[in-house]
């Protein structure tokens, strides 16, 4: 029994011994480690950290901070006067503006033997004396050490520019010389496809962008090791260049993934380029009248080419629209809508001009060249266009008149019917009842026929128009085919009325003229007249004797 009972006590006292180096070792484990890490920052020992914040060792924590205070020393835009605590539950931070320097524990304060907010507050000022020291020693050496690196960079950037400038302009001026000798056309056969100069002109604009990239190539690595020398510039060259370098990198990611749509919108535009030509060639040749068609006049091919044309491309654009970049975008339908309806109401009546063109055009009321008279508008059509009819008149004035006023305007068109059937000029004159109208018929004939450009055929006809108080109305009408020079045959007609009247002694009496035959000369010119001619004198008969007899009369002119 003793021997039992010792041998449970001495398996007691062992499991004991055994027990007791395990729960130390737990509380090893579950206590901070003491192991203090310095904090070396420009080769000053700040002070030590002696506890770890989760699976980060004291060492981990001074490397981290450290390397947080070089970033902030050579941030030029780090403003150090703003370094504070910010005291929280459990943690207090040390911050410079919205950064953390490092964060200080409890266990933190534990170690050291001070309250939290003390050994932050101590740390704080460590760190900003630290900070302001290596701000101060740097400064001097960094800015005369920058300026000694940028006064070389610049001697040698100013070299590379001045060779450029000189080694550029001989290349432009041997291309030059090389003109149409060194540098000859490129012809396949017969065909020359690109000329000597051409050809030059080709290379000396491919040596410019070269010039052109070398120099921003040059400026490129220029600034940025300029910006370099100086703390308070070292971020300024990535900054300034992000700002072209990021557009262009955007645009060329966007460019590559829109490569399918490219191709597709070339494709499109390829296309419809083929089928515009196609329909190019087939109302050409309809106006050329080798393609015809029953109803369609050769003079309707090009404006109906012009519409057809307009349809092509807007359906083309209509398909691309989708593809192309952005057009998804409520920007994009924004602005869409916006130019709508500013063409919408901005171009009301041009659309109405372009509708009247259009309908001016399958109305076939005037062709170019012909005389014509709209509204109070009598001229040459010299130009016609979807939106404006423009007229010469006889002055060489040029009147250009809108197609919705040309449309709700009296078309006259004095050459339509003049080639196949003649157009008919007339004018009237007044002959009084004494002369036989036989005989103005005639006169009014042999003027029409004198004149150069009156046709014989259909032969010139006269009509009496009105039977007046004083005299009869005349109407002389005469077909001509020059309706363009209307005025010159007017004015030759008239002169030869006036030539055969007066030559046969017949007074025209229009305008109304008046006199009284006894004792007056005879309104015919005097170069018409006899040589012997003399005014008649005034006849007087006896008073009381109104109505003479003929004896009396032969009596009283014998007598005078």
Known sequence: MFQTKGLAALVMIFFAIAAQPVHAQVDTAQAPAT???????????????????????????ANAIVNRMVKLSKDPLARIDTLATSAGETSTDILLGDAVIMTVTDADAAGAG??????????????????????????????????????????????????????????????????????????????EVLSAD???????????????????????????????????????????FGYIL???????R????YLPNIFFIAVIIVVTRYISKFVEWFFTEIGKGTITIPGFYGDWAQPTFKIVRFLIIAFAIVVILPYLPGSDSDAFKGVSVFFGVLFSLGSASSIANMVAGVVLTYMRAFDMGDRVKIADTIG?????????????????????????????????????????????????????????????????????????HVLAEPA??????????????????????????MAKIYSELHQNIQDKFNEAG????????????????????????????????????PAGNLFPTSNEKAAAEKGK
């Not at 966007?254 to 993934?257: E, K, L, R, V």
């Open 506 to 541: 017949v007074e025209i009496l229009s305008p109304h003229y008046g006199a009284m035959r006894d004792g007056n000369m005879t309104t015919i010119p005097e170069n018409y007249l006899p040589k012997t001619y003399t005014p008649p004198s005034f006849r007087i008969f």
């Open 35 to 61: 192991t203090a890490a310095p904090l070396i920052f420009a080769g000053d020992t700040l002070f030590f950290l002696q506890a770890r914040i989760g699976p980060f060792s004291s060492h981990d924590r």
């Open 198 to 240: 051409r050809i030059t002109d080709m290379l000396i604009g491919l040596a410019k962008a070269l010039r052109v990239a070398a120099v921003v190539i040059l400026i490129y690595f220029y600034l940025p090791l300029v910006f370099s020398f100086f703390p308070w510039t070292r971020g300024l060259a990535g900054t300034l």
């Open 114 to 191: 001070l309250a939290r907010q003390q050994l932050a507050n101590d740390f704080a000022q460590k760190i900003y004396a630290a900070l302001k020291k290596q701000a101060t020693s740097a400064s001097l050496k960094s800015i005369l050490l920058g300026i000694l690196f940028t006064l070389i960079a610049t001697a040698v950037a100013v070299f590379i520019f001045k060779l450029l400038n000189k080694f550029f302009p001989r290349v432009y001026a041997r291309l030059n010389v090389w003109r149409g000798t060194r540098i000859p056309s490129l012809k396949i056969q017969k065909l």
């Open 254 to 257: 966007g460019f590559i993934s």
């Open 380 to 452: 040459d059509v010299v130009e016609k266009t979807l939106l404006v009819t423009r007229i010469r008149t006889i002055k060489n004035v040029d009147i250009t008149i809108p197609n919705a006023m040309v449309l709700g305007s009296h078309i006259i068109n004095f050459s339509s019917s003049a080639k196949e059937r003649g157009l008919i000029l007339h004018t009237g004159v007044t002959i009084g009842y004494d002369v036989p109208w036989k005989k103005v018929h005639e006169l009014l004939i042999n003027a029409a026929r004198a004149s150069q």
């Open 246 to 252: 990021s557009p262009l990198a955007t645009i060329g």
């Open 460 to 485: 010139p006809f006269v009509l009496q128009t009105s039977l007046d108080d004083f005299y009869v109305s005349y109407e002389l009408n005469a077909y001509t085919d020059q309706p363009g020079i």
